[in-house]
């Protein structure tokens, strides 16, 4: 775990016991240089394309604008299906939401920090 936290992957929170919380900021940093070394523009803005269409999908199924706003609970007992259906769902938009974050990240340009696509809501 030590050379996690010197390569700034974890930091420290307690010494006795020692405990450790991941640095998300590092671990997005990394997914976005992937994504930019592995594919090219046009390939970044069809995934880009594909997830905020899935976006707006899930947005018309639950009838709002935000996964955080979905009552799981209520939505099973209003649509008839299990609360762990609408759980995984809920949990897909989540994934959804943070990959286009990193997608439009990594359509950023380095010199002017620039977008070249469209904004995603």
């Known amino acids: 775990m030590e050379w996690f936290e010197r390569m700034g992957i974890v930091t420290r929170v307690t010494d ?3 405990t450790y919380e991941r640095n998300q900021a590092y671990l997005n940093w ?3 240089q992937k994504l930019q070394n592995r594919y090219d ?3 970044l803005l069809a995934f ?3 997830a905020a269409e899935r976006d707006e999908s899930f947005a018309e199924t639950f009838g709002v ?3 955080d ?3 799981i609970t209520t939505h099973a007992a209003d649509t008839g299906r299990s609360v762990e259906s609408v ?3 809920v949990s897909a938009w989540k994934t959804t939401r943070r990959r286009i974050t990193l997608l439009e990240r990594a359509l950023q340009t380095d010199s002017d920090g620039t977008v070249d ?3 995603v809501a």
Request: aromatic share 4%.
């Open 16 to 18: 006795s016991p020692a």
């Open 30 to 32: 990394r997914r976005i």
């Open 41 to 43: 523009k046009d390939e």
């Open 48 to 50: 880009l394309d594909d």
């Open 65 to 67: 604008a935000s996964p």
């Open 69 to 71: 706003a979905v009552a």
């Open 87 to 89: 759980w995984q769902d």
């Open 117 to 119: 696509r469209r904004t």
